[in-house]
């Protein structure tokens, strides 16, 4: 299991793009991803679930968050998904 720390930096005022975008790349793994914020802790792949924690936090410049996963691909998920959360690369 990897537990990371990242600062997200996407400045979307649409909160379901983003979201989406990391449904899509966290189900393309096996391993189990979530997103924490606090004591909220999301399943990465469920829409709903990103739906509220984005519609509770948001995407704003700076946010701290955590990902875990835990799985054969856990450090790969972890990459992909900071990558795209801390604006170093673009999925969508």
């Known amino acids: 299991m990897i537990t990371k720390g990242f600062k997200v ?11 989406a975008v990391v449904v899509q790349l ?11 914020d606090g004591n909220k802790r999301i399943n990465a792949k469920s829409i709903m679930g990103m739906m509220s924690l984005m519609t509770d936090v948001g995407y704003k410049s700076e946010d701290e968050l955590l990902i875990e996963a835990d799985g054969s691909d856990e450090e790969e998920a972890v ?14």
């Open 79 to 92: 990459s992909t998904i900071t990558q795209y959360l801390s604006g170093e690369k673009n999925f969508a």
């Open 9 to 19: 930096s996407l400045n979307n005022k649409e909160e379901a793009r983003p979201a």
């Open 26 to 36: 966290a189900s393309r793994y096996e391993s189990t991803v979530f997103l924490i």
